[in-house]
């Protein structure tokens, strides 16, 4: 167990829609990172918060969101989703290094 | 603009047998650290090894061990008497500074056999 909680494990909706995953850093940890892994695309860094601020972003689309809140749990937003959404989302916080959540596996139908 | 590479999409190896996963890495910082990090089937990103570049030693957990070449940018890792547990997707990753984002490489699927 790595100590970061992402909910949900899987989520299955359907184009269009917009869906919220949730993720809990490991305690002590300020920093959470939203990573993307795609079979096309491979692992891409989409956003970084450091207690409650964005700190960087990467590939992220105008479609998704996120944020931090002062509990330090992160949600990221995705909205009006495509097929290619489909795929799975990491969330990994850091102290000296950077341990990754479970995920969460997205299928858009 | 950072970037890792694996060049070795697919692995096999023989169980008990030493086997070395190829990671070369484009940067032009002077701090950085490298990570390798274990995909089994079911999805998970386990966290493996670390070497800073300043290290002067190469890092080693266990079974693991990153062959550190600054000067080739390298960052191999080898995996010592595979186990049939072995058998994931491997990812070699870089940071501009340790804790910071990381940028992956495409991975490598090692497959060991009994």
């Known amino acids: 167990d790595s100590g970061v909680t992402q909910t949900p494990k899987h989520l299955i909706t359907a184009t269009g829609q917009r869906v919220t995953l949730r993720c809990s850093p490991r305690?002590?940890?300020?920093?959470v990172y939203w990573y993307q892994q795609s079979l096309d695309q491979g692992l891409q860094f989409l956003i970084q918060?450091?207690?409650?601020?964005?700190?960087a972003k990467g590939n992220i689309l105008e479609r998704f969101s996120a944020q931090q809140f002062p509990d330090l749990h992160s949600e990221l937003n995705l909205s009006s989703l495509e097929l290619g959404d489909s795929a799975l989302y990491f969330c990994?916080?850091?102290?000296?290094?950077?341990?990754f959540g479970q995920g969460t596996r997205l299928t858009v139908v | 603009a950072q970037k890792i590479t694996q060049t070795q999409p697919g692995m096999f190896v023989q169980e008990k047998e030493a086997v070395t996963l190829d990671c070369t890495y484009d940067?032009?910082?002077?701090?950085?650290?490298l990570f390798w990090y274990k995909q089994p089937s079911s999805g998970e990103m386990i966290f493996l090894i670390y070497?800073?570049?300043?290290?002067?030693q190469n890092a080693t957990e266990g079974r693991y061990s990153l062959n550190f070449q600054k000067a080739r940018k390298s960052a191999n890792l080898v995996i010592s008497a595979s186990q049939l547990g072995d058998s994931a997707m491997y990812f070699c990753?870089?940071?501009?500074?340790?804790?910071?984002?990381?940028?992956f490489g495409q991975g490598t699927e090692l497959s060991v056999k009994p």
């Open positions: 990994a916080s850091s102290g000296t290094l950077l341990v």
């Open positions: 305690s002590g940890d300020l920093s």
């Open positions: 918060y450091y207690n409650g601020e964005e700190r």
């Open positions: 940067t032009s910082d002077q701090s950085y650290g």
């Open positions: 070497q800073g570049s300043y290290d002067e």
């Open positions: 990753a870089m940071s501009p500074k340790q804790g910071g984002k990381l940028i």
